[in-house]
DNA sequence: CCGAATCCTCTAGGATACTG
DNA sequence: CAGTATCCTAGAGGATTCGG
């Protein structure tokens, strides 16, 4: 889901861009509720490899949507977070949160 | 983006599933505007395939976000509308609209 | 512990031509 | 006009291994 420019300028299509992923807002949401380490995301996202979530949170700290904190230990720590404009989807994420409740985990 | 059944159960995640082909939230929005007919949507999306602008729209129906509505005339007539289902999704496409707007659209 | 490097699979999406 | 029917390709996503 890399920016293109040969589209049309909708602006919800637009957004869908940086959320579009596969594990992007599952990734984003997590990351709602405060810093995480590589590690931890990993864990809760147990269906995702290594190098895909690798993939996804370089993505997204190109985008401008998270943070990134290496520290130079060893063992090596890794640790990400919201920026403002990643804080900014809240509204989005609080809409598309309640549409999928009611309309799709609930219903079946 | 098929539904399947391997995944996270992650409500956002979860709308995306019905949202997330590349041409489905343009589809969607420009029905907010009412009932359209095949050409006309079409149209509005000129680097679209027909091909492809079908299998969306087979998918939309199938997840009964959009009504197709089908007349046997010669030459055919075919008209899509949103769903009650569909119009639910009007608050997410508000958010992501005005997302969209702020952070991408007039960014650049 | 984090993630770079390979290699591979699968499918969403595209180009084109044909039909009732 | 509104689709099917083929064929094709890029790239998202996955499995595994290696390294600092």
Redesign the pocket.
Same mark, same amino acid.
């Given at each position: 889901?890399?920016n293109s420019n040969e589209d049309i300028k909708c602006p919800v299509a637009s957004t869908l861009k940086f959320i579009?992923?596969?594990?992007k807002t599952v990734i984003l949401y997590y990351l709602t509720s405060g810093k995480k380490?590589?590690?931890?995301i990993?864990v809760r996202i147990p269906? +995702?490899?290594?190098? @895909?979530?690798?993939?996804?949170?370089?993505e997204l700290e190109r985008d401008g949507l998270i943070f990134?904190e290496?520290y130079k230990e +060893?063992?090596?720590? @890794?640790?990400y977070s919201l920026t403002d404009l990643g804080k900014s989807l809240n509204l989005v994420f609080k809409e598309m949160s309640n549409w999928g409740l009611e309309n799709v985990l609930n219903k079946k």
């Open positions: 889901m890399t579009g992923g596969k594990w380490r590589f590690g931890e990993a269906t +995702i490899s290594r190098k @895909v979530l690798t993939q996804q949170l370089k990134k290496q +060893i063992p090596p720590r @890794v640790e």
